[in-house]
């Protein structure tokens, strides 16, 4: 995949521009194709799993043109997030109708995509500049606690019960929501404990990061009401939470059931690509910067989203992540459709 295919990613960001300016259906649009045509789409174009050889891997990492996309998708973050912003602050909550709801989803899938995807992707960068990136993303989220827990949590326990990230068995998306989301937010909390207890200072340090995190997203969230009042706060922390759902969403079906066998020493097995679901289709991952090839990410990390390979012994997806997020809800369809793939990789 050349970079001017991730250019599809802006996509939804002129379908959000579209809806912010329609009423009634056309509100909708963004939400309509994103999880109504374009899972149908992946459906018929299937799957696309063509692979690179080491000459064109390390000719696409050193491209900084692939990195160029991710650093514009964050003013674009940030402008429509603050021209929404501008757009609910005259309208009061109790107003809502059809349309604003059609509206605040379609920033929901922004803060999802943008303001976190993208986020996990510059996130994983080991250049300062890159991670400050990230942050500001998922401070457009209220999801600052993510850069903490994801690097130093979800990859070392991914696919363990330890995992807040990892959903279980038979545990439904809906319940996964609350679990995973207080959990995590939990969790990076004690991660920074830990942190500073190594290094001799006391839990409430200043260089704590969580403690950092929350006092920015207040100051954040003090700003956002100075500008456009408690109507416009009210319409970003709606889109922020639907973000969130949606992070959590994906989470859910990367690792649904998936665990690690526990060795005789009492550790995990090493991670491995069959502990991820892997999706080849095509608009999923355009869209997403190659985050459903997710077995090969978490089996080596630090590559950035244009190395990332289809892996063979991966269990795969039937569709796309689109149509697997949607497949989700309807959680009695999700159990008959993907117990039995599990099994085949915990036997």
């Known amino acids: 995949m050349k970079v001017f295919g991730y250019l599809f990613a802006f996509f939804p960001a002129l379908l959000f521009w579209i809806s912010l300016h329609a009423e009634g259906i056309g509100a909708w649009i963004c939400v309509a194709v994103v999880f109504g045509v374009i899972p149908v789409l992946e459906w018929i174009i299937g799957v696309k799993s063509s692979q690179l050889t080491p000459e064109q891997i390390e000719l696409r990492a050193e491209d900084k043109r692939f990195d160029w996309v991710l650093y514009a998708l964050v003013p674009t973050q940030w402008f429509l997030l603050l ?13 809502w109708g059809f349309s604003e709801w059609g509206k605040v989803v379609g920033m929901g899938i ?52 330890e995992d807040p990230s990892t959903a279980r068995l038979n545990e439904p998306v809906q319940l996964f929501w609350f679990r995973s989301m207080y959990q995590t937010w939990m969790k990076s909390w004690e991660l920074e404990f830990e942190r500073l207890k190594r290094n001799n200072r006391s839990p409430w340090h200043p260089s704590n990061q969580m403690l950092q995190f929350q006092l920015i997203q207040l100051g954040y969230l003090g700003v956002v009401f100075f500008l456009f009042g408690g109507n416009g706060l009210t319409a970003l922390v709606f889109a922020a939470l639907i973000g969130a759902i949606l992070l959590e969403t994906i989470n859910y079906i990367e690792h649904y059931g998936l665990l690690r066998k526990k060795e005789s020493n009492g ?61 989700s809800i309807i959680f009695p369809l999700w159990f008959w459709i993907m117990n039995r793939r599990v099994a085949q990789f915990n036997s």
Request: charged share 15%; proline share 4%; glycine share 8%.
């Open 83 to 95: 021209y929404y912003g501008g757009v609910f602050s005259e309208i009061p909550f109790q107003d």
């Open 110 to 161: 922004l803060c999802g995509s943008y303001g976190i995807n993208v986020a996990h992707e510059l996130g994983h960068r080991t250049n300062k500049w890159e991670q400050r990136l990230a942050q500001s993303l998922l401070l457009s989220s209220l999801y600052m606690h993510f850069f903490i827990e994801h690097n130093r949590g979800h990859h070392k326990q991914v696919a363990t019960p």
């Open 267 to 327: 550790y995990y097995e090493r991670v491995e690509t069959h502990h991820s679901w892997n999706s080849n289709h095509i608009i999923g991952r355009l869209l997403l910067f190659e985050l459903s090839r997710h077995s090969d990410h978490h089996y080596k990390s630090h590559k950035k989203y244009q190395e990332l390979e289809s892996a063979s012994n991966a269990p795969q997806m039937p569709t796309g992540y689109p149509g697997m997020m949607v497949l």
